[in-house]
Structure formats: C-alpha cells, structure tokens
C-alpha cells in the first residue's frame, strides 16, 4: 500500500444521463464526450437499434452494436473491446436494457422457478458485476437510462396541449448512486434550445 496525493487527472467519470424518449439523451452523450476527448476516442455501445447512427454528422466516433438477449454479461462483454482498443470514453446507450429488456434482469428473474424473493440472491451478484465493471473501468463512461413517461397538459399559445414528461429511471433501484453525476434531461428545454438553434445541431453548446 502507498500513499500518494490526490491527483484529479487520476478520477474517471461515471455519468448517467436519464430522460423520456426523444428527449435527447443520445445526442447529449456525445456532445458530453466530445467534450472530454477526440471524437476518435469515443465508443457508443448501442442497444437502442442502430440510433446512434443517426448523429454520425457529429463526429467520427466508433459504435459497438449490442443485441439482445440483453444480460449483464454481454454488457460487460462489450465493455472489454472499448477498453482494448484504448477509448476514452465509453457510452452505454442505454442501460435499461440490461433491467427491463429482453434476457435482463428482470426477465432472467421471472423465469427463474422457486421462490421469487430468494431467487434474487442469485440475480444480484450479476447486476453487481455489470455496475463494478462501470466503475473499475479506467475509461470515462457515460451511460444513458430511459424513464417512465407520463403526460401533462401546459398552455401553449393560448391552448391546453399534452407534454411529455419523465419520471422514475428504468433501472434498479439505487443505481443512481453509483454514479459520479446523473443528470434528468428536461425535454422541454431541449426543444427550447433546438429552436434557438434554428434546430442545427452545430449551433448546440
């Protein structure tokens, strides 16, 4: 053991972004990397069906496509490669799958015959694993977590019209602890600074 003086060049972010679809959480991800490194220094683990594509007209960053079955060992899998290649910044688009998707936790925990609250002992090492693999990394990783949506009405010139709002994170309860910062996107505002921007991306700060 050795003890040496804090260095802030030594700490990797863990970031989480959350928000209701279409509020942009992808994007801010990677214009939130581009901030910390090259654009060639970024990987976007995609498991929202090749979205990531769609802001190529960004940056010439790297994606790594990950399908279902969505266990928490194939995303820790994905994980190494990024490592491997020496990226810098690792985006995992989005964590929600890994919990509520296709081969995740939850439905890795619905078929599992026995009893349902002692069978979490053998679910929960696993989720565990995924969330050290996070945070042993020496890369800065971002991830993205979809919320619950709900709708309210707002007057909008003179009219009562629905707005899309987010709630609670799709993901287990407390994993927003575990990262450095979490942001909740406000999709309202997003709008707000797309149309500032006459809705050119280039022109967002």
Known sequence: ????????????IKLALQGPSGSGKTMSALLLASGITDWSKIAVIDTENHSADLYAHLGQYNVLQLSQPF???RYCKTI???????????????????????????????????????????VT??????????????????STIRTKTDYTLTEKNGKMVPEKIGLKGITRDGMDYEFTVVFDIDIK???IILENSDKKVSKIT
Request: proline share 4%; glycine share 6%; with cysteine.
């Open 71 to 73: 266990t928490p060992e």
């Open 1 to 12: 053991m050795e003890i040496r003086k804090a260095q802030r060049k030594q700490a990797k």
């Open 80 to 122: 190494e490669p990024c490592e491997q290649a020496d990226m810098e910044v690792i985006i995992i688009d989005s964590i929600t799958h890994k919990w509520d998707g296709t081969g995740g936790v939850l439905s890795i925990h619905g078929a599992m015959a026995g009893n349902s609250f002692t069978n979490w002992n053998k």
């Open 125 to 142: 090492p696993r989720h565990n694993a995924f969330v050290q693999k996070i945070l042993q990394s020496n890369c800065h990783i971002i």
């Open 189 to 191: 505002l997003v709008q």
